[in-house]
Structures are given as C-alpha cells and as structure tokens.
C-alpha cells in the first residue's frame, strides 16, 4: 500500500508563502490532488493535478494565488502557496487515487497544518 507524507507546513503571515510537499513511498499512477479542512468545517477541494502534470484544476479559493505541481520522478506532488489570508488557515491533506479531479480518491496522506497569522 503506497502511503503519502505531507510537509512544509507551519506559521505564516498573511502576505506570505509556503510550500507543501506530498512524497509517496511508491509510484503514484494517478491524478493527486489537495484538500484543507478548517476546524470546524467540511474538507474543501484545493486544486489537483493529472498525471503527466499538463492538466490542473483549482478551488475557488485557491485560483490566482496556488499552483500545483509534481515530479513523477520523485512521485511527489507540490503545492507553491503564496499571499497568503487567515482563511487559508486549515490541516492541508495529500490525495492520491483521484478519478474526478474535483473529488477525492481513496489515498490520504496525514495531514500537515497551515497557520496565517499576524
């Protein structure tokens, strides 16, 4: 069974940048993609990425300001973050597995929490 690790979360302010990274301890020969759940809402689609990397998809919320992107030699999967708002304040989750880029697949990575905060 292929797991997923997340990273490169923490405190940012708001303005600011981060960049998450999802590697998988095996070849992931699907679409990946990430989701954000903030506390107490419902988890929320961010963007995903096909598997050549050619075709990406985005929420609302993360249209303009994130950009995905993966290396398949490295079977991981990036998510560049930048001015970012409190709103973006959430647990951020890796997926793998994808079948309809604007749902979520069977695969979850563990989560990595994301803070913008003055």
């Known amino acids: 069974q292929v797991q997923l690790v997340e990273s490169g979360g923490g405190l940012v302010q708001p303005g600011g940048s981060l960049r998450l990274t999802c590697t998988a301890s095996?070849?992931?020969?699907?679409?990946m993609g990430w989701f954000r759940q903030a506390a107490g809402k419902e988890r929320e689609f961010v963007a995903s990425?096909?598997?050549?990397?050619?075709?990406?998809w985005y929420g609302d919320s993360a249209e303009g300001r994130f950009t995905i992107s993966r290396d398949n030699a490295k079977n991981t999967v990036y998510l560049q973050m930048d001015s970012l708002k409190p709103e973006d304040t959430a647990v951020y989750y890796c997926n793998a597995d994808i079948t309809d880029p604007f749902r979520p697949g069977n695969l979850w990575g563990q989560g990595t929490q994301v803070t913008v905060s003055s």
């Open positions: 095996g070849r992931t020969n699907s679409i």
């Open positions: 990425i096909s598997r050549s990397g050619i075709n990406t």
